[in-house]
């Protein structure tokens, strides 16, 4: 799909940069550098004396290496094979050769803000990263006075980012890839809600008086069998996808209406990579020690078909892999529309620059 010129075929979409995207878990980030690829540019993560995260441009202008493979001095980074040094803002400030160090001896830094358990990466123009853009974490439940958010799992999808994206938000595959783990066989018959504000594309489901399969029972923390719910699925565009479940049981005397969230940042790392970054974010306390294993297992299932369809698509080229759409794809189609908009409108705001 071609919208206003911007490629939105999933497969080869494309994604803009003026935006904020998860690239690490806070714990992952430590004084041991690590390197991650975001929007096709490899970066070096790590943290100063003081715990402040940095994001540098993975290479060092010397020779090549990669600085994730050296080591920290202090606030600076190492390069591992001249030992030359960086500042965390990417200057050269030693140099053990010795003379003077070039003016050029630099690398490019990139705006980090560490929110809850996240770090968000801005890939984009420097001027242009304003933290008030990273969606509220209030929002999300995972910050806040009633929240209890939980992350702890990374998934690395050999594909283009609007498949995952998309897959998140797509209820209608439940039933048939997921062979009955987290539904009865009936999410794809029930009517849908779609509603849009600003970059949010949100579908919603309502059931009534469900059973429950055991894996999503024991996900909700459930002490019966039945439950009402709503079931609302959200993209963010271009940076996240909400699962949220809003259910109240019906053979629990005592039931109280509660709020499960599963929230999965979507982040490009290149035209043929994704990182995915998942978390809960409940209404109550509740945790069991499987949970994260059944969600790897789920997301799993998505990750092998996902693959496959890069493949294919790589294999056959775009003029043999024609999408024909559906009603149900309306979030997903509307979805593409906003992010081709915040593609377009960097394109022009460049142009004018």
Not at 56 to 78: A, T, V, W, Y
Not at 87 to 92: F, H, I, T
Not at 108 to 129: C, D, H, Q, R, T
Request: proline share 6%; hydrophobic share 35%.
């Amino acid at each position: 799909m071609m919208l206003n010129g911007i490629n939105m075929y999933p497969g080869s979409a494309e994604y803009p940069r003026n935006q904020w995207y998860v690239i690490a878990f806070s714990h992952e980030v430590t004084n041991e550098p690590i390197g991650r690829e975001c929007l096709g540019t490899p970066i070096v993560l790590f943290r100063t004396e003081s715990g402040q995260p940095v994001a540098l441009f993975d290479r060092c202008p010397h020779r090549g290496m990669k600085l994730s493979q050296g080591k920290c001095i202090g606030s600076n980074i190492q390069c591992g094979y001249h030992g030359v040094q960086f500042s965390s803002e990417g200057v050269g400030v030693v140099l053990p050769s010795g003379g003077n160090i070039p003016s050029k001896m630099m690398v490019n830094s990139y705006p980090l803000v560490e929110k809850w358990e996240w770090i968000w990466v801005w890939m984009g123009e420097s001027e242009l990263a304003d933290p008030a853009l990273i969606p509220n974490h209030d929002e999300l439940g995972l910050t806040g006075e009633n929240a209890n958010g939980d992350s702890g799992l990374y998934l690395h999808v050999k594909a283009n980012y609007l498949l995952p994206h998309e897959n998140l938000v797509d209820a209608t595959h439940i039933t048939f890839l997921h062979h009955g783990l987290i539904d009865t066989g009936n999410v794809a018959l029930v009517p849908t809600k779609v509603d849009v504000n600003g970059p949010r594309v949100s579908m919603r489901r309502e059931f009534i008086d469900e059973p429950m399969p055991d894996m999503l029972r024991k996900s909700f923390g459930m002490r019966g069998d039945r439950l009402d719910r709503i079931l609302t699925l959200t993209s963010h565009a271009p940076n996240l996808c909400i699962i949220e479940n809003t259910f109240k049981e019906r053979d629990v005397p005592d039931a109280q209406e509660k709020t499960n969230r599963l929230v999965v940042a979507v982040t490009p790392e290149g035209e043929r990579g994704t990182h995915q970054f998942a978390c809960f974010g409940n209404s109550y306390p509740e945790k069991h020690p499987q949970r994260y294993d059944d969600l790897h297992h789920l997301l799993m299932e998505d990750v092998v078909v996902i693959e496959d369809i890069q493949r294919n698509f790589d294999r056959l080229g775009l003029e043999n892999c024609p999408e024909v759409s559906v009603r149900s794809d309306e979030g997903g189609i509307r979805t593409r529309r906003i992010i081709a908009e915040m593609i377009l409108h960097e394109r022009e705001q460049k142009a004018i620059a």
